[in-house]
């Protein structure tokens, strides 16, 4: 896989953005008021102080079709706050696919013409003040997602897998908060991977067994940015 998006949020506090990722860009931010997007203690922050609210911020990149997102999270009150992270979001910013993460759940949805379809979900309580971490796989037709507490060993199956037809391409990179409660969300380790697929020839394959050696990886239908 190759690293597309890579941030650790490890630089100077800022008080109305997140500044430039350690790879891919610059945030952009979307929110009803600047102050509630800063930098705070090698973490992206976002604060959210009245009721109803969409904040998000975003590093759009160019057409992934396979991408895997992974960060960390945490928030000091659930209630109706939701965390959304996204792949294949079309050009309008409209369809998408996206993993959301609730208080008392994880769900794998898609949008398309305005309409959110939920395509799985998995009961699940998360704590307040507790760090989490979110793999959002989109392969194919494959979606997958799985979430553990941060600092637990990464689990070898996923909690929620589907499958879906309606987005074939699009951007990725998206994080948004919705929030009804005076509430911190902060992220970190945030990072957006292409998945490459990858095969090997029979030649390769047995010359490999014959000397002992692993099979070289050919990148067969990667997708180009």
Known sequence: ????????????????????????????????????VKIAANKGRILHTGVGGNHS????????????????????????????????????????????????????????????????????????????????????????????VAVDAEPGTWDIEVTDTALATGRFGMQRVFMDTVVNADFEDYSVDDLVVAAVTVPEMMAARQGGAQPAMIPVGVTSY
């Open 1 to 36: 896989m190759t690293v597309i998006v890579s941030d650790t949020f490890n630089r100077a506090n800022t008080t109305q953005d997140w500044g430039t990722a350690d790879t891919g860009g610059a945030w952009i931010h979307s929110s009803d008021d600047v102050t509630h």
């Open 57 to 148: 911020c975003q590093i759009y990149g160019s057409n992934v079709a396979d991408s895997e997102s992974l960060v960390t999270f945490t928030t000091d009150v659930w209630g109706s706050t939701l965390i959304k992270v996204a792949a294949r979001i079309t050009a309008n910013h409209g369809d998408h696919y996206f993993a959301r993460i609730a208080g008392a759940n994880k769900r794998i949805y898609k949008r398309v013409a305005g309409v959110d379809t939920q395509l799985g979900t998995v009961i699940f309580t998360f704590a307040i003040n507790t760090n989490y971490k979110l793999r959002f796989r989109v392969e194919g037709t494959a979606l997958k997602l799985r979430v553990w």
